[in-house]
């Protein structure tokens, strides 16, 4: 008997690993034992081995400890030039295939049930004749549909993948919205799920916007601005709740200083800099036990100057300098996604306690898995 689950999603960056993560744990907490595997991945890690295998499979078999080998969990990587040598005949569909298949059904043998974590949108890898609504087809599971919350723009994006589905014989079994904001969730959810009847797929899970779980940290600016940082490498994890462009006087500044912000401002303003700093001593001077708890990101032509650096290391604030404007630093944070990373417990955990706790799990469970 295999089980499993196939999670899709209607496009890029809609949450749908964070979703995973809490499926993960609320299914382990309802079967006896629960697999993952990324069948197709795109963007692959190298591990301490040596193995290349998908990103996001490494968080998960971190994070959870999964004792199933890695190329059980991702067997079939798109590298760089793959397309190509896909379309030159270099590599065989039918190859590909028999990975997926024995990678899921020896997953299956060893757990109640797997969670089987598409690749962007249903549509993703037809070029290679292996989108997620064929894989899903393939292995025999139930598809469910992650989108981002919302009713009309968020309906139509579901009817594009579920004519995706319907084409290749992948059988949806519900919907998950994602990041819903709080205030319109009770609306949503009612008429997203009398809008999905006339499908008859029930919508099981209304998760809510989590600022945090969008939120850069400064290992994150760093592969943004392809650099790395100068100071404060212990705080390389640090998530910031403001993110503040900084270009007004000295004065204005002082009054607008916080807790866990982010400034970006031009490594020339040296006033900007020492204010910051002195800001920080006065907070550790009056509560030994409080931090700051900011970041800097430095911009312009010219570096900071050494003297500079040396007081914000003695500060232990994560620095990092992008020879940019600060106009373009702040678009290109902008337009920025940020991804869960293996070593972002404190992501990982919100994202799962934040799933979990919104996901229909008894309905879910009910469907006929065979």
């Not at 902008?334 to 919104?358: C, M, Q, W, Y």
Request: proline share 4%; hydrophobic share 40%.
């Amino acid at each position: 008997m295999k089980k499993g689950v196939f999670i899709a999603a209607t496009g890029q960056n809609v949450g749908k690993t964070a979703v995973c993560l809490g499926l993960v744990s609320g299914l382990q907490k309802r079967c006896s034992s629960v697999g993952y595997m990324k069948p197709v991945g795109q963007e692959h890690v190298e591990t301490e081995k040596g193995d290349l295998v998908d990103k996001d499979v490494v968080v998960f078999k971190t994070h959870f400890s999964l004792v199933d080998p890695y190329p059980m969990m991702s067997p079939v990587l798109f590298p760089r030039r793959f397309t190509r040598d896909y379309l030159d005949g270099k590599v065989e569909r039918q190859e590909l295939v028999e990975r997926i298949e024995r990678a899921f059904f020896s997953l299956s043998a060893r757990h109640e049930l797997t969670v089987v974590e598409g690749t962007g949108h249903t549509g993703v890898g037809s070029i290679v004749d292996l989108n997620n609504a064929q894989v899903a087809a393939l292995l025999d599971i139930p598809l469910f549909i992650v989108t981002s919350g919302g009713l009309g723009s968020s309906f139509d994006e579901l009817s594009l993948n579920l004519a995706q589905c319907e084409k290749y014989g992948a059988r949806v079994a519900g919907v998950i919205l994602n990041r819903v904001f709080e205030e319109k969730r009770a609306m949503i959810m009612d008429y997203m799920s009398r809008a999905l009847q006339r499908w008859k797929v029930p919508l099981l899970g209304c998760i809510p916007y989590h600022a945090f779980l969008s939120s850069p940290t400064m290992k994150d600016f760093e592969q943004l601005f392809q650099t790395e940082l100068i100071t404060g490498q212990a705080y390389r994890l640090r998530h910031f709740e403001h993110i503040r462009l900084v270009a007004t006087s000295v004065e204005m500044y002082r009054h607008a200083i916080g807790c866990n912000q982010l400034v970006i401002t031009p490594a020339s303003r040296d006033d900007i800099v020492l204010a910051t700093l002195t800001r920080f001593w006065d907070l550790k001077i009056a509560h030994s036990d409080q931090d700051l708890q900011s970041g800097l990101i430095l911009t312009g032509k010219q570096p900071p100057k050494e003297a500079l650096i040396e007081q914000i290391k003695r500060a232990e604030i994560p620095m990092l300098y992008a020879p940019v404007s600060n106009f373009t630093a702040m678009k290109m944070i902008n337009g920025f996604t940020t991804k869960i990373r293996k070593e972002d417990t404190p992501k990982i955990e919100r994202a799962i306690e934040l799933v979990e706790s919104h996901i229909d799990f008894d309905r879910l469970l009910k469907k006929d898995y065979k």
